[in-house]
Nanobody
Framework: VQLQASGGGLVQAGGSLRLSCAAS????????MGWFRQAPGKEREFVAA????????YYADSVKGRFTISRDNTKNAVYMQMNSLRPEDTAGYYC??????????????????WGQGTQVTVSS
């Protein structure tokens, strides 16, 4: 399975970006997909996740009300709409996927497949 993340860029504080993550080579039904981010010198942290079969979504407290994760079954893709961006949102954003439940949705160890990351930079 390959995950291709895209949509990052440079934006001013208060602006918006929409990240996309397209999955290819999958021969199974996905259980969940998530977005994580990592800033220089910091650990990778959970941002949002979506359970494929139920469409249940989860968010980090820091992005609730600003970010929205969604999926498109027909395109095997997950999206994250990011509004009201802040300088502290600056990071590399990574999508991840697992075919079955492996642990809490906010834990990086719960995911098997990872995309290459897309950089989001928010200027003040």
């Amino acid at each position: 399975v390959q995950l291709q993340a895209s949509g990052g860029g440079l934006v001013q504080a208060g602006g918006s970006l929409r990240l996309s993550c397209a999955a290819s080579g999958r021969t199974f039904s996905s259980y969940a997909m998530g977005w994580f981010r990592q800033a220089p010198g910091k650990e990778r942290e959970f941002v949002a996740a979506i359970v494929w079969i139920s469409n249940q979504t989860y968010y980090a407290d820091s992005v609730k009300g600003r970010f929205t994760i969604s999926r498109d079954n027909t395109k095997n893709a997950v999206y994250m709409q990011m509004n009201s961006l802040r300088p502290e949102d600056t990071a590399g954003y990574y999508c991840a996927e697992t075919a079955y439940y492996r642990g809490p949705y906010y834990d990086t160890r719960s995911y098997v497949y990872w995309g290459q990351g897309t950089q989001v930079t928010v200027s003040s």
